[in-house]
């Protein structure tokens, strides 16, 4: 059964912006770690940011702080990626996933094939 749902996604122009967002199942709120990973053609998926949302712990990819900044909204149990000054290299398919709350207190949210549940995506294109 599917439980993480991505939406939020489009087209805009370099220096837009676009805010995603991700729901899920109150017990995967509640218990989990949840990473928002990115993935273009010809390319590995690339972490981006992580959140265990009821400590709270906030992590990000260093390339991506300060444009990217992840909040969350406990009453639709709902994670959200808004991000700024976009460009065409941001352009990709970006994806929630979640696993253990401990992977959000080391380098192992980062590592995607420790995720056990995923969402199907949601479409980023940045045109110049």
């Known amino acids: 059964a599917q439980d993480l749902v991505e939406s939020g996604g489009g087209s805009v122009q370099a220096g837009g912006s676009l805010k995603l967002s991700c729901t899920m199942h109150?017990?995967?709120?509640?218990?989990?770690?949840i990473a928002w990973y990115r993935q273009a053609p010809g390319k590995e998926r690339e972490a981006v940011a992580a959140v265990y949302p009821v400590a709270p712990r906030t992590v990000y990819a260093g390339s991506k702080k300060g444009r990217f900044t992840l909040s969350t909204l406990s009453a639709n149990y709902t994670v959200y990626l808004q991000m700024n000054s976009l460009q065409p290299e941001d352009t990709a398919l970006y994806y929630c996933a979640a696993d253990q709350h401990r992977y959000c207190y080391s380098d192992n949210w980062k590592t995607p094939s420790l995720f056990q549940k995923w969402g199907r995506g949601t479409q980023v294109t940045v045109s110049s």
């Open positions: 109150r017990t995967t709120y509640n218990n989990n770690c």
